[in-house]
């Protein structure tokens, strides 16, 4: 069965420093999401992509948060200068079909810990 | 502002009894709206979907019911079992964008 894939599975860095979280969505999805959840909580939308550029951002995703898709399957999600607060689980997601109701399936996620 | 809620943060259910798990939303503007099952150090499992123009849809030991007149939305769960220990999700999201709004969660704890 097809699957969203996510690496690291963990990731530590010290604060001000740059991370790139990596995905690999299913492969004939078209709809790419990064959420967030920090310990405890909900879990938060911070962006969507669709056709190569952003379709919609949540307030959490500021210039220091950046998306691309730099092939044909990867999906990455980079934080240029981490904070403390940015300490979280980073979950990717994929979507299919246009313009359907259907489902999104989510990666494993990275837990990111910023000290 | 709209968002998502549960009702309840924890539930603890007996194995084998039915389980129900209560929702609330309020952003008018969703049509969409999903369960999901969250176990520890996972990502959110897909349970079961339904969209507005339905208001009850059944899977294999689960169904889910829609009341758009309150703005309700409920998961039950059919014979309990160890393996439903989990925090389950419900999110919801408009047809135009799909973006998913989740509410805080449910624990839910199978007692043997």
């Known amino acids: 069965e097809p699957e969203v894939t996510q690496t690291p599975s963990h990731q530590v860095t010290q604060m001000g420093q740059e991370v790139i979280l990596r995905c690999v969505p299913i492969?004939?999805?078209?709809?790419f999401y990064w959420y967030r959840q920090i310990l405890g909580q909900k879990v938060e939308f911070l962006v969507s992509f669709y056709n190569n550029e952003i379709s919609e951002k949540s307030e959490i995703f500021d210039d220091q948060f950046s998306v691309e898709r730099p092939d044909g399957s990867n999906f990455t999600l980079k934080i240029r200068s981490t904070k403390l607060e940015d300490s979280a689980m980073y979950f990717c997601a994929s979507r299919g079909l246009a313009g359907s109701y259907n489902e999104q399936f989510f990666g494993p996620g990275t837990r990111l810990t910023v000290l | 502002g709209e968002s998502v809620g549960l009702h309840l943060p924890t539930l603890s259910v007996q194995e084998g009894d039915n389980s129900i798990i209560n929702c609330a939303y309020s952003n008018s503007a969703s049509d969409y709206f999903i369960w999901y099952k969250q176990e520890s150090g996972k990502g959110p499992q897909f349970i079961i979907d339904i969209r507005s123009n339905m208001d009850k849809r059944q899977g294999q030991r689960v169904t889910v019911l829609l009341n758009k007149t309150v703005k309700h939305l409920s998961l039950q769960i059919a014979a309990t079992q160890p393996g439903d220990s989990a925090v389950y999700f419900c999110?919801?999201?408009?047809?135009?964008?799909?973006?998913?709004?989740f509410g805080a969660g449910t624990t839910v704890t199978v007692r043997a």
């Open positions: 492969s004939n999805h078209l709809y």
């Open positions: 999110a919801e999201a408009a047809s135009n964008d799909y973006k998913l709004s």
